[in-house]
Structure formats: C-alpha cells, structure tokens
C-alpha cells in the first residue's frame, strides 16, 4: 500500500531529527570524559572571573568554551586511537559512531568554526597559540613526552579560562585577578598533570608514552604529586586568603586525594582518585572569588 505524502513527510522528518540529535549525541560524547577534570574547574572560574554576566554572553562563552575543547578532542581522538580501543572503548570514534574519515572531516569543520566564531570575539589571540599547541600535541607526538604533555595541556587550560571570560565579561580585558588565576591553572596542571596518568598507565604503555605514573618505584611519582598538591595549597590559601572553612576543605580534599593515590595503586582506584583531585582542582579554581568579593568591598564572615 503507497504512503500518502503526509505519512512520507512525518517519516522524513522524523529521521532527520533522529540524524540531528544522533550528530549531536556524537559531538558531546568526544568531551564527555572531560566534565570533571577541565570542563568544570575551568567553567568555574570563568564564572567567577567573569560574573556578574548576562545570558546571551554565558550562551556564547560555553560555546566558545566547546568549541576549543571539541577542536582538541577530535583530534586527539584521531591521533589516539590504538589507545582508546585499549582503555577508553566507549569513546565515539572506537566504539564506531563516527569513522576516522568523518571524525577528520569534522575536525577540520570545527577549526574553521573556532577559528570565525574566536574572530567575532575578538579573541584570536588565545585562538592561534592554542591551536599550535594542539597541534604539536597531537599530530606532533609531543603528548608522549610526560613534561610537555602537562605543560601543552596547560596551555589548554589557560586558553579556556581566559578566552571564555573575555566573553562571559562582554569582551573586557582581563583583570589582574583574572591573570593571578590563569597563571595560578597553568602553573597547577604543568606541575600537577599527571594526576591523571596513573589512572591510564596500560593505555600509556601500548603507545610507548612514558609518563611519571611509569616511574619505579611507585612512591616516586605519587611522593611528587603528594608534595605538590600539600605545597600548591599552602600557596593558595596564603595568596587568595578565603574563609577558614573553606582553607580546611582544600586542605582536606588535598590531603585525601593524595592519601589515596599512595595508598590504593591499581588503575581502577587510581580513576576514583583523579575524581578527587579534581575535586580539589574545582574547589581551588573557585578560590578567586574571595578576591573579588574582598575587592569589592564585600566581607565574608567566617565561622571561626
């Protein structure tokens, strides 16, 4: 029996949203693994640094913030696929959602986005040196090298902050708030960065990318971390001066995060650890706004 034009019409239509929603299912799930550890900490203080905003400059600073972030993925993605298969096979283009060919078709569609959509903000200037570093990154092969690969992934790290408070605060230049705390997340992932090793040191191993987390023995690595979570927190609890209670739970979060990395080693604890490193990363990214409220007159009672 022939459709009528109506029904045909429905089905068409049907299948394009479902083709729609699929493609964008796809593009979120290449920054999914990325919520906790960069895109929350680095939202965080883009809100901080930015606010007070209005909705139409948050709506364009996340998807600034996106766009940068899918323009790394994809490629790393690409770039990394033997490692993925090994310890990340959800990931979209190992678990067959999207074929290489595609995810390189639209990884150049997305450069080409950031890079027009960064023009209209007037922010190439973050846009250029982090492509470059991306670049190296990936198709470079310098993430195998375990100093670079935190140092370029801080370049990262600064380029979201600064680029999508610029938009958050209606293209203002940045405070010198603003530029202690950039400088502070580029300096904590270059020193702290491989927090997030130890939790994929077999995905590591099979690419040939040696990292601290391969360090024998073990206590080396995570004697360091450990050292530099405990010293990063003294610095910032002295140069951001927040409430009392809050110092205690960076203090704490520090701590415990680094008691369970010496404690508990298998990659599986190691995941449950990096989560509470970047709590501890969230909550010392939020820091700064003790210092706005401070310079702008208002006083935060402590309870002790």
């Known amino acids: 029996m022939k459709s009528s034009p109506a029904t045909t019409l429905t089905t068409y239509?049907?299948?394009?949203?479902s083709r729609v929603l699929y493609g964008i299912h796809t593009v979120l799930l290449f920054s999914k693994s990325d919520l906790v550890p960069v895109i929350t900490p680095s939202m965080g203080m883009c809100l901080v640094l930015g606010a007070p905003t209005d909705l139409a400059s948050f709506i364009q600073g996340v998807f600034w913030f996106q766009l940068h972030i899918l323009s790394f993925e994809v490629q790393?993605?690409?770039t990394g696929y033997d490692e993925d298969r090994l310890s990340k096979p959800t990931r979209p283009i190992v678990s067959g959602r999207i074929s290489l060919d595609d995810a390189q078709k639209l990884y150049y569609a997305v450069l080409a986005l950031t890079l027009l959509y960064s023009s209209y903000h007037r922010t190439v200037h973050f846009t250029i040196?982090?492509?470059?570093?991306?670049?190296v990154y990936n198709e470079g092969g310098l993430s195998k090298n375990w100093f670079m690969k935190s140092f370029l992934g801080a370049i990262g790290y600064s380029t979201y902050i600064s680029g999508t408070t610029r938009v958050f605060?209606?293209?203002?230049?940045?405070?010198?708030?603003s530029i202690m705390a950039v400088l502070f997340s580029a300096t904590i992932h270059t020193t702290t960065g491989h927090a997030q090793d130890f939790r994929d040191r077999s995905g590591d191993a099979a690419i040939g990318r040696f990292t601290l987390a391969h360090i024998e023995p073990q206590w080396i690595g995570r004697g360091s971390l450990t050292a530099l979570v405990c010293a990063w927190t003294v610095v910032l609890v002295a140069y951001w001066?927040?409430?009392f209670p809050v110092s205690i739970v960076l203090a704490v979060l520090g701590i415990f995060s680094s008691w369970r990395y010496?404690?508990?080693?298998s990659e599986e604890a190691d995941r449950d650890?990096?989560?509470?490193?970047s709590i501890w990363l969230l909550t010392a990214h939020a820091l700064p706004a003790f210092r706005r409220l401070s310079d702008a007159g208002i006083r935060i009672p402590s309870l002790f």
């Open 169 to 177: 605060d209606h293209h203002n230049p940045l405070s010198s708030t």
């Open 262 to 265: 010496c404690y508990y080693q």
């Open 13 to 17: 239509a049907h299948d394009a949203l």
């Open 76 to 78: 790393n993605q690409i």
């Open 129 to 135: 040196p982090y492509f470059i570093a991306i670049m």
């Open 241 to 243: 001066e927040p409430p």
């Open 273 to 277: 650890s990096y989560w509470w490193y």
